[in-house]
């Protein structure tokens, strides 16, 4: 089946620094890579979606300069928030899309907590 | 965009019992219709969907229903066990095919 991994699984940082997380395919080559976040008790809200080799496409009120994705290869996407502060406290999750299925099944990674002091 | 509305928020169940949980979408051109369930802490797992060509889908204790017409889709889960404790959401794909979440429904079940 479809598995998509998360690196790190979770992650302690300092207000203000930067955060990259790692966002893989493993056993498929997957040309768009969505991301969310989710809050305690919250559903999953999209911030991004990722397309290999271009720019990615942001939702409504998600900042671009705050949230950096970058999908180089059509196994890697990566989110890094930068200057990161407590309110940026979440869950973040990422899926894929597997070419040849229907266009519409999403496979989830495993997400990556992330903690700002 | 679409608005997906999820009821209820939380659902207690007796072992053995129904659980039915009910969605609400807006854009008349969603096409596909999942239903996530996901533990604490852990990633939501896709455990049945639905495309719009069709009314009902089952898969052993799970089904899903879905009306077009008054765009509604409901997930059943019968026999109930206390390894179905978790959130639920449903979902549906906006114009764009991005999927967009209800709210989630905290269901628990009690031996």
């Known amino acids: 089946g479809a598995v998509v991994s998360q690196h790190p699984s979770w992650v302690i940082c300092k207000s203000g620094t930067s955060v990259k997380i790692e966002c893989r395919s493993l056993d498929f080559q997957a040309t768009t890579m969505f991301w969310y976040r989710q809050f305690p008790k919250q559903s999953l809200m999209l911030m991004a979606t990722?397309?290999?080799?271009?720019?990615?496409?942001?939702e409504q009120g998600v900042e671009k300069d705050k949230f950096l994705i970058n999908h180089a290869s059509l196994t890697l996407s990566t989110l890094t928030v930068t200057s990161a502060h407590p309110e940026d406290s979440s869950f973040y999750i990422c899926?894929?899309?597997?070419?040849?299925?229907?266009?519409?099944?999403?496979?989830f990674g495993p997400g990556t907590r992330l903690t700002v002091l | 965009g679409e608005n997906v509305e999820q009821h209820p928020s939380t659902l207690s169940v007796q072992e053995g019992d129904s659980a039915v949980i009910k969605c609400t979408y807006s854009?008349?051109?969603?096409?596909?219709f999942p239903w996530y369930k996901q533990e604490l802490g852990k990633r939501p797992q896709l455990i049945i969907d639905?495309?719009?060509?069709?009314g009902e889908k089952k898969d052993q204790r799970i089904a899903v229903t879905l009306n077009k017409t008054a765009k509604h889709f409901s997930l059943h889960i019968t026999e109930t066990q206390p390894e179905d404790s978790a959130v639920y959401f449903c979902?549906?794909?906006?114009?764009?095919?991005?999927?967009?979440f209800g709210a989630g429904t905290q269901v628990v079940v009690t031996p």
């Open positions: 990722s397309n290999e080799g271009s720019k990615a496409t942001y």
């Open positions: 854009d008349s051109a969603s096409n596909y």
């Open positions: 639905i495309r719009s060509n069709v």
């Open positions: 899926s894929a899309r597997v070419p040849g299925e229907s266009t519409d099944t999403q496979y």
């Open positions: 979902a549906a794909t906006d114009s764009w095919g991005k999927l967009q």
